[in-house]
Nanobody, 124 residues
Framework: QMQLAESGGGLVQAGGSLRLSCVAS????????MGWFRQALGKEREFVAA????????YYANSVKGRFTISRDNAKNAVYLQMDSLKPEDTAVYLC?????????????????WGRGTQVTVSS
C-alpha cells in the first residue's frame, strides 16, 4: 500500500506564493501518475494539476493555468506544486494523489491513493 504525505500549506496574502510537496512511501508501484486536487469547504473535490510518470506531460485546470506548476522527482518519490499569484478562490484543502500507470489524467477515478491534504488559505 502506498502512502502519501503532503506539506507546505499555510496562510498567504493574495498575490503570494506557496510550494506544496508530497512524498510517497510504503509499497510503491513501479510507475505511477501523480496529481493534485483540491476541495473547498462545501464544494466537491476538483482537479488542479497532473503529471505523467516521466514528468514530460502535465495538465492543469483552466483556473490555475499559468499560475501553478507541477513537477516531480522520482528519485525522491515526490511531487510538487508551485503556486504563484494566489487568489482567495484558491483557498481549499489540497490533496496529493497517485495512480497506477504512466499517463497523466485529470479524472479522480484514475487515482488509487490519496493523501490527507494540506490547508491553503489565501486572504484578500
Amino acid at each position: 500500500q502506498m502512502q502519501l504525505a503532503e506539506s507546505g500549506g499555510g496562510l498567504v496574502q493574495a498575490g503570494g506564493s506557496l510550494r506544496l510537496s508530497c512524498v510517497a512511501s510504503g509499497r510503491l508501484d513501479s510507475s505511477y501518475r501523480m496529481g493534485w486536487f483540491r476541495q473547498a469547504l462545501g464544494k466537491e473535490r476538483e482537479f488542479v494539476a497532473a503529471i505523467s510518470w516521466s514528468g514530460g506531460i502535465t495538465y492543469y485546470a483552466n483556473s490555475v493555468k499559468g499560475r501553478f506548476t507541477i513537477s516531480r522527482d522520482n528519485a525522491k518519490n515526490a511531487v510538487y506544486l508551485q503556486m504563484d499569484s494566489l487568489k482567495p478562490e484558491d483557498t481549499a484543502v489540497y490533496l496529493c494523489a497517485a495512480g497506477t500507470g504512466i499517463l497523466a489524467t485529470t479524472r479522480l477515478r484514475d487515482y488509487n491513493y490519496w493523501g490527507r491534504g494540506t490547508q491553503v488559505t489565501v486572504s484578500s
